[in-house]
């Protein structure tokens, strides 16, 4: 499904996309550990959150409860009282059902493959892969993630775009995140393509003009030249 043009470019894509982020990667208190329990709660607590929220309540919630063990003891409402300052209020409730299942009926033993990961309420594709990558550095298809800022690089860079008539696009667009991460380095590239996706390549006002890949993004070359100045998307 990947032609050759393709993977040549996503091979240029993933050295441009490294060496940017080397220079210019997040310092984020998630990124210092590779703690699977650790990664698990910073991963629920991003969804629909932005990271400047998420940031002193991770802290909090694993100075409350620095082991998963200690989080299987706890109580819904000792819980809720940390992660709902962030909203989304099914998130403790989550965190705790998947704590309760790897401390009680695995014996504590976070699971590293993708379909024992995908049998735990409450993690989806998304969240396994970045466990998988994040944690564990799985060197397989297995570690690739897919979220709103990855699908935004990759649909703008290679330029194909969702759209709803079109049920290809998810299996396109997953196709393409396991390729980029083969050949290793996986939780760097990872890191790195989301870093993109939110700091230079937003939804709106993408910054094309400072941004490593406008040398080779659809995006650029394509749908910037139509962009007027009255509805300019830059800064
Ligand atoms: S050039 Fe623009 S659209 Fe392309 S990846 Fe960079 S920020 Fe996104």
Same mark, same amino acid.
């Given at each position: 499904?990947?032609?050759?043009?393709?993977?040549?470019?996503?091979?240029?894509?993933?050295?441009?996309?490294?060496?940017?982020?080397?220079?210019?990667?997040?310092?984020?208190?998630?990124?210092?550990?590779?703690?699977?329990?650790?990664?698990?709660?910073?991963?629920?607590?991003? &969804?629909?959150?932005?990271?400047?929220?998420?940031?002193?309540?991770?802290?909090?919630?694993?100075? &409350?409860?620095?082991?998963?063990?200690?989080?299987?003891?706890?109580?819904?409402?000792?819980?809720?009282?940390?992660?709902?300052?962030?909203?989304?209020?099914?998130?403790?409730?989550?965190?705790?059902?998947?704590?309760?299942?790897?401390?009680?009926?695995?014996?504590?033993?976070?699971?590293?493959?993708?379909?024992?990961?995908?049998?735990?309420?409450?993690?989806?594709?998304?969240?396994?892969?970045? !466990?998988?990558?994040?944690?564990?550095?799985?060197?397989?298809?297995?570690?690739?993630?897919?979220?709103?800022?990855?699908?935004?690089?990759?649909?703008?860079?290679?330029?194909?775009?969702?759209?709803?008539?079109?049920?290809?696009?998810?299996?396109?667009?997953?196709?393409?995140?396991?390729?980029?991460?083969?050949?290793?380095?996986?939780?760097?590239?990872?890191?790195?393509?989301?870093?993109?996706?939110?700091?230079?390549?937003?939804?709106?006002?993408?910054?094309?003009? !400072?941004?490593?890949?406008?040398?080779?993004?659809?995006?650029?070359?394509?749908?910037?030249?139509? !962009?007027?100045?009255?509805?300019?998307?830059?800064?």
């Amino acid at each position: 499904m990947i032609n050759e043009s393709q993977l040549k470019a996503l091979h240029s894509f993933t050295n441009l996309l490294i060496e940017w982020f080397e220079k210019n990667g997040r310092d984020l208190p998630w990124r210092k550990t590779r703690d699977p329990y650790h990664i698990l709660v910073s991963e629920i607590m991003l &969804q629909q959150t932005n990271v400047e929220i998420v940031i002193p309540i991770y802290g909090e919630f694993l100075k &409350q409860f620095p082991g998963i063990d200690d989080l299987a003891r706890a109580s819904l409402h000792q819980v809720r009282r940390i992660t709902d300052k962030i909203g989304y209020t099914r998130r403790g409730k989550f965190l705790l059902e998947i704590a309760k299942e790897i401390s009680k009926n695995r014996n504590g033993q976070f699971p590293s493959s993708l379909d024992e990961l995908l049998d735990l309420k409450g993690i989806g594709r998304y969240t396994a892969g970045a !466990i998988l990558s994040f944690a564990f550095e799985i060197n397989d298809k297995s570690a690739a993630i897919v979220d709103v800022n990855v699908e935004r690089v990759i649909s703008r860079v290679f330029g194909f775009w969702r759209d709803e008539r079109n049920s290809k696009f998810d299996k396109k667009m997953w196709i393409f995140a396991e390729e980029f991460i083969m050949g290793g380095d996986v939780w760097k590239k990872n890191q790195a393509i989301m870093d993109l996706g939110a700091t230079l390549c937003v939804s709106v006002k993408p910054r094309c003009y !400072i941004c490593p890949m406008n040398i080779l993004c659809t995006y650029y070359e394509q749908i910037v030249p139509k !962009i007027t100045p009255l509805d300019s998307f830059f800064d």
